[in-house]
């Protein structure tokens, strides 16, 4: 009787380092991402945009405001378009700093602009009798269900804005609220 040798397993060596440099590779993007994030908030240009607060609630996400931003909702003639501007496409909008002390909204370009104003990159949506419609990836702040409550229930005579901080290209993040003048959150770097 001939003994046949177990066929061999090259492939199980490899399955503990490759699980672990997966591993790796998963933490170091996700470091990534987080410590960009706060360099954004540490670094970027902060700018303060008027805003306004509606208090949903989503049943897996919890709390959150929806950020009515001033300068989603542009009447043409307000600003500087560009012609080539389409719906659904990249808007990057020049802004200028308002007498109020909320930024607005200048100009709004297809590409990139040549400009030494803060930008800031959103989606143009579509235009309706003169107005212009702007989304932005940062409309929503999620709250512990108290402060999103308390936001839900200012006064409509106060004024709210959302701090955020822009880059060089246009990305931003909220690093805080205030609300008539006075900061009510910051958000923390980690």
Do not use: C
């Not at 700018?47 to 931003?69: C, K, S, W």
């Not at 959302?162 to 993040?173: C, E, H």
């Amino acid at each position: 009787m001939t003994r046949v040798a177990p066929p061999s397993r090259p492939a199980a060596r490899w399955l503990i380092p490759g699980i672990v440099a997966v591993a790796l590779l998963q933490t170091a993007a996700l470091g990534k991402m987080v410590t960009d994030r706060a360099a954004l908030l540490r670094d970027g240009f902060e700018v303060v945009l008027e805003t306004g607060a509606i208090d949903p609630r989503d049943l897996f996400r919890g709390h959150y405001a929806i950020l009515n931003l001033a300068i989603t909702r542009l009447d043409k003639g307000d600003v500087t378009v560009d012609p080539a501007l389409a719906s659904g496409a990249p808007v990057y909008v020049t802004l200028t700093a308002g007498e109020d002390g909320y930024w607005q909204a200048q100009g709004l370009f297809a590409a990139p602009p040549d400009s030494t104003t803060p930008v800031l990159k959103g989606v143009f949506e579509y235009e309706i009798d003169q107005q212009l419609i702007l989304s932005f990836p940062f409309d929503r702040y999620f709250a512990p269900e108290d402060r999103a409550l308390e936001l839900e229930a200012l006064d409509r005579a106060d004024r709210m804005g959302v701090i955020l901080a822009l880059d060089g290209k246009g990305n931003g993040a909220i690093k805080g609220l205030m609300i008539d003048g006075a900061l009510v959150y910051e958000e923390p770097l980690f």
